[in-house]
């Protein structure tokens, strides 16, 4: 076989190998929940675009003689620094995964908000298996240990499509050497993005749903303030019509 052929074939195994993966990931959720999941994939295709986007440019397929991979690696001639791109660019690939997700978890709900549930429902974690199918219950959508589990459930295998980003990086044309060290360096360091990603991603579910309810009692509470304040304006200036009306007629 030519030498081409076996870096084209080994450069690819990897990605092969992860679709095959992502595939039997979601179907462990059952055949039901893999055609949802294709479904939203389809409705929701222009998010997901922007994602294997970046990655594309991550790994080096897309860099328009911009040097546009090094903004998520590390300068060899540098080293590791608490700025490092490899870290924060696979933080903000993480929090980008994690806000489509979010968004279409809601979408899930949107469409069908009518038709949800209103009866109460025991709160809590769901089986592993029920991850992936949003629940129909207003209850469960209320709390957010339900989007944490979708997130749980659809995010995987992009994630660990950035970590094969670091691993295997294309090589850039007029750019940096990587040794086999820095590599190594470069999936160690997208794993703690991921980590701190994740993490990033948890707060801000756990934030917005705790202010949500709390937001809907201002957006109440305003509206009346500021009705109440308007009754009091017109009071005093029916007042203050009166007065002045009386002090002319003193006046005559």
């Not at 592993?128 to 659809?154: H, N």
Request: charged share 20%; with cysteine; net charge positive.
């Amino acid at each position: 076989m030519e030498p081409h052929l076996v870096d084209l074939i080994a450069y690819r195994l990897p990605w092969l190998l992860w679709l095959l993966a992502t595939i039997f990931w979601y179907l462990w959720f059952g055949c039901e929940s893999f055609f949802r999941m294709l479904g939203r994939m389809s409705a929701h295709w222009f998010p997901l675009v922007l994602i294997l986007v970046v990655d594309l440019m991550a790994v080096g397929q897309i860099d328009l003689g911009l040097g546009i991979p090094m903004l998520f690696r590390d300068d060899p001639t540098i080293g590791i620094k608490w700025y490092s791109p490899a870290l924060w660019g696979a933080f903000g690939a993480t929090v980008l995964i994690g806000e489509v997700w979010i968004v279409i978890y809601i979408f899930e709900y949107i469409g069908n908000y009518i038709g949800l549930d209103p009866n109460p429902r025991q709160k809590g974690w769901d089986r592993p298996k029920l991850w992936a199918t949003p629940s129909q219950s207003l209850d469960k959508f209320r709390d957010c240990r339900s989007a944490l589990e979708f997130l749980a459930a659809s995010t995987p295998p992009f994630l660990v499509l950035l970590i094969l980003v670091a691993a295997f990086p294309a090589g850039i044309v007029g750019g940096p050497k990587f040794s086999l060290r820095q590599e190594f360096l470069d999936v160690l360091e997208y794993v703690l993005g991921i980590l701190l990603g994740g993490l990033a991603v948890a707060a801000m579910i756990f934030v917005g749903w705790w202010l949500t309810p709390r937001a809907g009692r201002v957006r109440l509470w305003w509206p009346t303030c500021r009705a109440g304040r308007v009754r009091l304006k017109r009071r005093g200036l029916r007042r203050g019509v009166v007065k002045s009306s009386e002090l002319l007629i003193l006046l005559r």
